[in-house]
């Protein structure tokens, strides 16, 4: 089945440094990825679009220089978070489309975040 | 934005009971999928049911969908202490490659 990576699954870092995420498609070519965020005891909340050789699509509210998004091949995409502040502590959910005629969305497994 | 909400917000039930939790939705859909998940991971997903579907079975799990009421349901059977989880519910929109919008979560707990 298809299979989306994430790494780091964990990451804790010090607050005003920048921290980048990895999402993967294993084995289907992604020309679109989303990336969601989730707050303890929340639902996940789309942030952006990450569409492949092009630049991001952000949802409202979703500071674009602050989370930066690069979709550099059809099978990555990559979140960092500038200037990393607690409140940018959450869990960051990517998935990917696959664009092989399913466009079925298949979910990593996620990123816990923690700034200190 | 959330596209609807799920309730109940949460419910606790003991181990062979059933659990039923609701999802409602505001747009026209092209499928609505169910995921679980437990805390603090990934999601796993469960079941997808297609806007001319009524009703469908996987296991222990049954969804039902009523498009004019925009509705869906999960019935969890003969819940299992494992089946402890929160539940969320997902549309996508037709003709659209926008990504999945989730509802806002029932959290289960089965108490064994």
């Known amino acids: 089945g298809a299979v989306v990576s994430q790494h780091p699954s964990w990451v804790i870092c010090k607050s005003g440094t920048s921290v980048k995420i990895e999402c993967r498609s294993l084995?289907?070519?992604?020309?679109?990825m989303f990336w969601y965020r989730q707050f303890p005891k929340q639902s996940l909340m789309l942030m952006a679009t990450?569409?492949?050789?092009?630049?991001?699509?952000?949802e409202q509210g979703v500071e674009k220089d602050k989370f930066l998004i690069n979709h550099a091949s059809l099978t990555l995409s990559t979140l960092t978070v500038t200037s990393a502040h607690p409140e940018d502590s959450s869990f960051y959910i990517c998935?990917?489309?696959?664009?092989?005629?399913?466009?079925?969305?298949?979910f990593g497994p996620g990123t816990r975040l923690t700034v200190t | 934005s959330q596209q609807g909400e799920e309730d109940p917000q949460a419910l606790s039930i003991q181990e062979g009971e059933n659990a039923t939790m609701n999802c409602s939705y505001k747009?026209?859909?092209?499928?609505l999928q169910w995921y679980r998940q437990n805390s603090g991971r990934g999601l796993v997903h469960l079941i997808l049911?297609?806007?001319?579907?009524r009703e469908k079975h996987s296991g222990r799990l049954r969804v039902t969908l009523d498009t004019s009421k925009k509705s869906s349901s999960l019935l969890i059977t003969a819940s299992r202490a494992a089946d402890t989880a929160s539940y969320f519910c997902?549309?996508?929109?037709?003709?659209?490659?926008?990504?999945?919008?989730f509802g806002s979560g029932t959290r289960l707990q089965v108490q064994p």
């Open positions: 998935s990917a489309r696959d664009s092989g005629g399913t466009y079925e969305q298949y």
């Open positions: 084995d289907f070519q992604a020309t679109t």
């Open positions: 990450s569409n492949e050789g092009s630049k991001a699509t952000y």
């Open positions: 747009t026209s859909i092209n499928n």
């Open positions: 049911i297609r806007s001319n579907e």
């Open positions: 997902a549309t996508a929109i037709p003709k659209s490659r926008r990504a999945l919008t």
